[in-house]
């Protein structure tokens, strides 16, 4: 593959590799909890909390692991972009839960809520590292190319 060709595929991988790991990952963590809380109706209010905050770490890991999986090397710029652009939206929600009075108390499930997003997405940064770590995680060396290879 020519040079610019290969310029342009990594130009598009960072453009829409990041958007479509958080439309999989929230898409999947919309329909997980959906379905499970139509379905999990108990009495026990930790065991509850409990399975919300494990969809809630499954989804923000997958996240940022797929946004790296998705983007060229450097895959660590990748993780950190998905993870600031999600601690912002966190931070959006969780300002929006404390100050909105029609909502209601700030329940032991919204707590868990954002303290599983947090652990979720640092998760995710550990398992991608470990996963990339000598698969692009840094800038590859590059070798310069010598007049005889033409």
Do not use: Q
């Not at 829409?16 to 990952?25: D, E, H, K, M, T």
């Not at 969809?55 to 998905?82: D, N, Q």
């Not at 599983?116 to 991608?128: A, Q």
């Amino acid at each position: 593959m020519p040079k610019p060709a290969r310029k342009t595929m990594n130009v598009l991988r960072w453009i829409f590799g990041i958007p479509l790991a958080v439309v999989i990952s929230l898409g999947l963590m919309t329909l997980v909890i959906y379905s499970v809380d139509e379905h999990l109706r108990v009495s026990n209010y930790d065991l509850y909390t409990f399975v919300h905050a494990a969809e809630i770490i499954f989804s923000f890991t997958l996240l940022v692991f797929l946004s790296c999986l998705f983007a060229p090397a450097p895959k660590k710029y990748a993780a950190l972009f998905s993870i600031t652009i999600m601690v912002i939206l966190i931070g959006i929600a969780f300002y929006v839960a404390l100050t909105n009075k029609s909502m209601g108390d700030f329940t032991m499930i919204s707590a868990a809520s954002f303290l599983s997003s947090f652990t979720g997405l640092f998760i995710g940064l550990f398992l991608s590292y470990f996963t990339f770590k000598n698969k692009g995680w840094n800038r590859e060396l590059t070798t310069p190319e010598m007049p005889e290879d033409y």
